[in-house]
């Protein structure tokens, strides 16, 4: 255990997961496996050979009425296939709200092996007291909340009866998980906690053991200083009245990365981004930061006789920040910048309209 994280630290084990695996993990029961993330892994384990129950609130039901009844069972793991995995099988669903707990869903909590808690950060908050003492000890109570010192925090004050790990796929569901990290936070630690993890890495991902207060520093630069960048640009680029299809035309690579970006964050649910600004602590710095790097390099160019000067040695400082990552980061960009599709523009230029190709010069 580590004292001042709450998490328990083991780098160790990181076999593949095999048969044992899913023997430990056979009985597993997700919470808001309806969603985008829930039904990510609930059709993992599902192919994995588990037996899955999808726990969601009645359609129009108000929370709290503690109602739950058995729904036809649906197929979760058909919703995206995977080369070489085990066949699809169906989930069981039943209907109820997991912060008001009726005596059908404790009976099944009771008897999982796995609890997954893919819901919102207050629900699972309020849920963790009652769902671990509805499980039996030594199962597992896992999430996959985006930030984990609060519920990392509830879990040691009312769950040290079960196995608890916390995960957080870095990446929007529909991509999978092949290559891509999850984040994993392990509270209590134990064999179906480290079954989880090799499950997780046999489907392709890459499970990355943090503590909780640091996976939530991270989080605040990966994801809140990210998304807070990108939707600065945009506010910006909103702010300056210029046409997205005029820039499009003219635009060199690095900008038609930021508009891709922009359009992917702005097509997005506005509550996902809404809880990475808003629910982690840290965000409010990250942010703090990104205001404070434009007003510094605005003040590099604010017209001084050494300004050029200071410019090359803040340009020398951040190549020093990438370290021996720059060239790999450099390359990626390359890479990415090779592959941006031509931007077909969806008006008729002009008698005095450059009909010329789209400009490639990085600026």
Not at 19 to 35: K, N
Not at 207 to 223: P, S
Not at 272 to 297: C, E, F, I
């Amino acid at each position: 255990m580590t004292r001042g994280d709450h998490t328990t630290t083991d780098h160790g084990d990181r076999r593949t997961a095999d048969h044992g695996d899913t023997g430990l993990l056979r009985r597993c029961v997700v919470v808001g496996g309806a969603g985008a993330v829930g039904g990510l892994f609930a059709g993992h384990l599902l192919r994995s050979g588990a037996e899955v129950l999808v726990v969601d609130p009645a359609p129009g039901a108000a929370t709290g009425e503690g109602a739950t009844r058995s729904a036809p069972a649906v197929n979760v793991a058909s919703q995206e296939s995977t080369a070489g995995a085990p066949p699809a099988g169906e989930a069981r669903v039943l209907r109820g709200d997991i912060t008001d707990i009726g005596p059908e869903l404790a009976e099944e909590l009771g008897r999982a092996d796995l609890v997954l808690l893919a819901v919102p950060e207050q629900v699972a908050l309020a849920a963790v007291k009652q769902v671990a003492a509805a499980m039996r000890p030594g199962a597992l109570l896992a999430d996959t909340l985006s930030v984990k010192g609060p519920i990392a925090d509830e879990i040691l004050a009312h769950a040290g009866n079960v196995e608890a790990a916390g995960l957080n796929p870095m990446f929007a569901p529909s991509l999978g998980f092949a290559g891509r990290p999850v984040a994993a936070v392990v509270v209590h630690d134990g064999p179906r906690t480290r079954a989880l993890l090799r499950l997780v890495e046999s489907w392709g991902g890459r499970a990355v053991r943090l503590g909780a207060h640091e996976h939530d520093r991270l989080a605040a630069a990966t994801q809140a200083l990210t998304h807070a960048a990108v939707l600065s640009f945009g506010l910006a680029l909103a702010g300056l009245g210029v046409r997205v299809a005029e820039l499009a035309a003219v635009a060199p690579p690095p900008h038609a990365t930021m508009l891709a970006l922009l359009a992917r964050i702005a097509s997005g649910t506005p509550e996902v981004y809404w809880d990475v600004q808003s629910a982690n602590p840290q965000a409010a710095a990250a942010r703090a930061a990104l205001a404070d790097g434009v007003r510094t390099l605005a003040g590099l160019l604010d017209g001084r006789a050494d300004g050029e000067a200071e410019f090359a040695a803040a340009l020398g400082g951040l190549r020093d920040l990438l370290g021996p990552d720059l060239g790999f980061y450099r390359d990626t960009c390359a890479g990415m910048f090779g592959a941006l599709p031509t931007y077909e523009p969806p008006y008729q230029p002009g008698p005095t309209t450059s009909t010329s190709s789209p400009v490639t010069t990085e600026r």
